[in-house]
């Protein structure tokens, strides 16, 4: 029994983690195409220039920095000034263009000083004078060394700011999604782009190694580093953008098997190319892999390529982690292996209280029980904001079970619950731990804390310097408030609360008791004036309210401050008179009779008084109460009259079935269950068709006829037939002799 019950709670648990597979998988969209991204950055857009390093270009021996990517903003380089000889002859706007090489002009309009050797001419000072570079060939000599010497360098060195520049800005950008985004997006390295189209017509253009990656940006140096996520790069092998049947078997497993090879290092370049090269030939006959940075220009076709071509990628976290989270647990389940917590979540056994694992004197079956053994302190909720029962209950079920899950949509209160169980947590001795998929919600939920709880949180919101001196910030100051702990001045603190703890659960204790008693009053059911009114208080107070207009009861107008003119001891002495006296006034008034049955007789009335109490208290079990109360109301007389019309009733509804016509049940179901309105029609209908009737037979009942007895009786029948014959026609009766 006991194995086939483990296999029924491992039954249950695979059922649960498939379905949770399989919700996940309904969440989880197919990318095919990088174009579905967010964002895309090829490493092979990054120069090889001063301030950007990537291990894709290869291992520096010389460096232990485990940095996948450096890249630091440099000052743009100004272009240089042309030589003053050209000044003249040059676009000043046209040298900021590193893509277009400045040309000379081949001739411009100058200002020269005028001629004033002869003071008897009228001429201005300045004249314009117009030049050709033809004129001038240390113009074009000067010009030549410059583009040679100057500006083509700075071209070059332009160039490759620019590149920079633009890798930087595609950094800066994935930073700020990253930070807009929050956890819902990753960030991870692609590497072996695949790129394929499939018989069915799709496009296949993707990366299928991946690694998680962690940016981090110094805002102080303007540098990027790409690294490692904290919790491991966890390299694997991504084929959800092919079908099944794109899919040859046991190409995930071998493939994955020498990707461990490379211990979640990417840039392990035998590793990688064996893993993609065994992936390319496992693919298609005329797959080939190709180690180059560059992504392949060429159109998808039918005949796949793998090229090494290293991409960071901001992309929306799938399900698939969870997915093969799943997996793994449904596989130890098949070997027999049931995580606890798992078997909790899925409900498939029922785990004993935190605080009595290990201690099997404790009770475990039940919540109650366990409260029951627990003190006061423990068993008290100490919820500093409003709970209702559900968020109660949590507590209730965290002392039976190691963990619970708690869902809700948005707005129903989760973040205020949490906060209520952390503060409850930490009154009962016990530290907590709280994780979030975003540092907003975890600054939402330190915000709902009491402000005497905040200073004791030790925040870790982020791996950035802020979030650093957050958490140095957080520590100092719990250990600030260690030096400054007063123990005796905390005790009396503790103290004074208990003691107030203590009062108000007597309090609650005493108005429970209250409510209790209020309660049972209201279903009590008694009976009051010698059986006159039974039933609950409400339902007596209901009866004596409606016999006001009967009675006449004494309208109270004393004043409420008055004392009673009568003692208590007087009214009971009273009261038990009254008691007393009315069995014996009840005696007075029975009447000897004029002779006494026989003792057999007396044995049979006995009898018969016992079957008529017994009838008397089944009937008052299942008896309608307002019905109840009416009859007893009422005189001998008209319960007699009733009791004979519901023996008449009752006796023609036994007889009706025995008539025999088609229509008597349906009549008999239709009126008992009150549809009485069409058959009083169907009545009157009835009744109006068979009173005409009666009307001409009544009528012809008073007419005779005296036929004489020479009169042959054929004869007259055939007479009478024509004569009726002729008045239907319209004809009249005329004058004949």
């Known amino acids: 029994m006991e194995r086939s019950g483990q296999r029924s709670d491992n039954d249950k648990v695979l059922r649960f983690l498939e379905y949770l597979r399989h919700v996940s998988s309904l969440h989880t969209k197919t990318i095919r195409n990088l174009a579905d991204y967010p964002k895309v950055v090829w490493l092979s857009d990054l120069p090889q220039a001063q301030g950007c390093s990537t291990q ?3 291992r520096d021996t010389d460096s232990e920095s485990d940095d996948w990517i450096e890249v630091r903003n440099l000052p743009k380089p100004s272009a240089p000034q042309p030589p003053a000889v050209c000044r003249d002859w040059v676009d000043a706007s046209s040298l900021q263009h590193a893509r277009c090489e400045p040309k000379l002009l081949t001739e411009i309009t100058r200002e020269v000083p005028a001629d004033t050797s002869d003071p008897n001419l009228d001429n201005p000072d300045i004249v314009l004078r117009e030049e050709k570079l033809e004129d001038h060939p ?17 071209c070059e060195k332009y160039e490759t ?3 920079v520049h633009a890798f930087y800005a595609n950094l800066f950008d994935i930073n700020q999604e990253l930070k807009r985004l929050g956890e819902q997006y990753e960030l991870v390295l692609g590497i072996g782009l695949l790129v394929w189209q499939l018989p069915g017509g799709q496009t296949i253009r993707r990366h299928v190694i991946a690694a998680n990656a962690l940016m981090q940006f110094d805002a102080a140096l303007g540098t990027f580093l790409v690294q490692p996520h904290t919790d491991g790069a966890k390299l694997r092998l991504e084929l959800d ?11 995930e497993q071998s493939v994955s098997e020498i990707l461990r090879d490379a211990a979640d290092d990417p840039w392990d370049k035998p590793c990688i190319n064996k893993a993609l090269t065994s992936l390319a030939h496992y693919l298609d006959p005329g797959c080939v892999y190709e180690d180059s940075l560059e992504a392949p220009s060429t159109n998808a076709s039918s005949t796949p390529i793998i090229t090494f071509a290293p991409a960071l990628i901001l992309r929306k976290r799938s399900f698939r982690g969870l997915n093969q989270f799943l997996s793994e647990i449904i596989e130890q389940i098949g070997n027999g292996n049931v995580p606890p917590l798992i078997k909790d979540l899925a409900e498939s056994t029922c785990f004993p209280a935190p605080d009595s694992f290990g201690d099997p004197n404790l009770p475990t079956s039940s919540t109650e029980s366990h409260e029951a053994s627990l003190p006061p302190s423990q068993s008290e909720v100490f919820f500093p904001k409003p709970a209702n029962k559900e968020q109660r209950g949590i507590i209730e079920k965290l002392r039976a079970s190691p963990c619970v899950l708690v869902q809700g949509p948005p707005g129903t209160g989760k973040s205020h619950t949490i906060a209520n169980l952390i503060c409850h947590l930490l009154a009962t001795g016990q530290r907590t731990l709280i994780t979030a998929k975003t540092p907003r919600a975890l600054q939402v939920l330190e915000n709902l804390l009491p402000e005497q709880l905040r200073p004791l949180c030790i925040n870790l919101l982020g791996h950035g310097p802020a979030e650093r001196r957050s958490l140095e910030a957080s520590v100092n100051g719990i250990l600030t408030q260690r030096d400054d702990w007063d123990e005796a001045d905390a005790q009396s603190k503790c103290d004074t609360l208990e003691e107030k703890l203590a009062d108000l659960r007597a309090e609650r204790a005493s108005i429970n008791k209250q409510i209790l008693a209020i309660r049972e009053s209201e279903t009590h059911s008694m009976t009051v004036a010698d059986g006159a009114y039974r039933g609950t208080a409400a339902r007596i107070a209901e009866a004596v309210n409606r ?16 004392p009673c003119p009568v003692s208590v001891d007087d009214l009971q002495c009273v009261l038990n008179a009254l008691r007393n006296l009315s069995p014996i006034s009840h005696q007075f008034a029975y009447e000897c009779p004029d002779s006494l049955p026989s003792p057999e007789e007396f044995a049979d009335l006995v009898e018969a008084e016992k079957e008529a109490h017994s009838q008397e208290h089944a009937f008052l079990q299942d008896a309608d109460e307002p019905l109840t109360e009416f009859l007893t ?8 009259v009733l009791r004979d019309s519901l023996r008449k009733f009752l006796d023609a509804i036994k007889r009706l079935p025995r008539e025999q016509y088609p229509w008597t049940d ?3 179901r239709s009126v008992l269950a009150g549809n009485t309105a069409q058959w009083q029609q169907y009545l009157r209908v009835t009744n109006g068709a068979v009173e005409l009737p009666e009307e001409l037979v009544a009528t012809a009942d008073k007419i005779t006829f005296k036929v004489p007895d020479a009169v042959d009786i054929r004869t007259l029948a055939d007479d009478v037939e024509f004569l009726k014959h002729h008045l239907e026609s319209g004809g009249t009766l005329g004058w004949w002799v």
Do not use: I
């Open 161 to 163: 700011w620019s590149r």
């Open 56 to 58: 894709a270009w290869g």
């Open 547 to 562: 016999d006001h207009a009967k009675y006449q009861w004494f309208r109270d107008t004393v004043p409420h401050n008055r």
């Open 666 to 668: 349906t009549v008999l």
């Open 241 to 251: 953008m092919l079908d099944l049947e794109q899919l040859p078997p046991g190409v």
């Open 138 to 154: 240390e113009v074009r000599e000067a010009w030549e060394k410059y583009l040679e010497h100057e500006w083509r360098p700075w």
């Open 633 to 640: 109301q009422q005189s001998p007389e008209v319960v007699a």
